[in-house]
């Protein structure tokens, strides 16, 4: 399974971006995909994540700014990010885990996203 992430830029603070994420290979049907950021000098951390039913979680920072959708026809994870900060900078990740058959655990190479103030 590959994962290739894009729609990473510079955007002023309170703008908007959609980043996209398109899974090749074959993943297991019971999953979930998350979106991860790392902002430099910290450590990576959750930004949304979605499960193959739909059902979704963010982190504090995230409500009501983000949302996190998938087609899986497409098998694409998407992530919507308004209103955003200077705090939203950092290298985005999609991942993949798999909650059954081989348990893969996969991510991408990331995105940047940079906010300026």
């Known amino acids: 399974v590959q994962l290739q992430a894009s729609g990473g830029g510079l955007v002023q603070a309170g703008g908007s971006l959609r980043l996209s994420c398109v899974a090749s290979g074959s993943i297991f049907s019971i999953n979930a995909m998350y979106w991860h950021r790392q902002a430099p000098g910290k450590q990576r951390e959750m930004v949304a994540g979605i499960t193959n039913g739909d059902i979704t979680n963010y982190p504090d920072f995230a409500k009501g700014r983000f949302t996190i959708s998938r087609d899986n026809g497409k098998n694409t994870l998407y992530l919507q990010m308004n209103s955003l900060k200077p705090d939203d900078t950092g290298v985005y990740y999609c991942?993949?885990?798999?909650?059954?058959?081989?348990?893969?655990?996969?991510w991408g190479h990331g995105t940047l996203v940079t906010v300026s103030s």
């Open positions: 991942n993949v885990i798999e909650l059954g058959g081989a348990l893969g655990n996969y």
